[in-house]
């Protein structure tokens, strides 16, 4: 029942920064624990980020930790993930996911090219 827009994706420097966003249909969005995936080319879709209902817990793939902020607004409807810092090994495509106890959520985003050039 919900469906997920991704948006903010783009070409950016090493050492530079994106947020990216991901809006949620329903009115029911606190209910569902939200997340970041990402899969770069010749790679299997890996764990990024995900945040809990309310906000209040966070959790990242090592390799982001201290570059990149998860957060929620749920008035909105919309995640985010702020990256900075970007390295040229954190190009992939980027999806939006949602769940309401599965990992990883049953549902997902269309996906938002990230590209970092050296």
């Known amino acids: 029942q919900v469906q997920l827009v991704e948006s903010g994706g783009g070409l950016v420097q090493a050492g530079g920064s994106l947020r990216l966003s991901c809006a949620a249909s329903?009115?029911?969005?606190?209910?569902?624990?939200m997340g970041w995936f990402r899969q770069a080319p010749g790679k299997e879709r890996e764990f990024v980020a995900a945040?809990?209902?309310?906000?209040?817990?966070?959790y990242y793939e090592d390799s982001v930790k201290g570059r990149f902020t998860i957060s929620r607004d749920n008035a909105k409807n919309t995640v985010y993930l702020q990256m900075n810092s970007l390295k040229p090994e954190d190009t992939a495509v980027y999806y939006c996911?949602?769940?309401?106890?599965?990992?990883?959520?049953?549902?997902w985003g269309q996906g938002t090219q990230v590209t970092v050039s050296s």
């Open positions: 945040i809990s209902r309310i906000g209040g817990t966070t």
């Open positions: 996911n949602a769940g309401l106890s599965e990992f990883p959520g049953k549902y």
């Open positions: 329903g009115r029911t969005f606190s209910s569902y624990a």
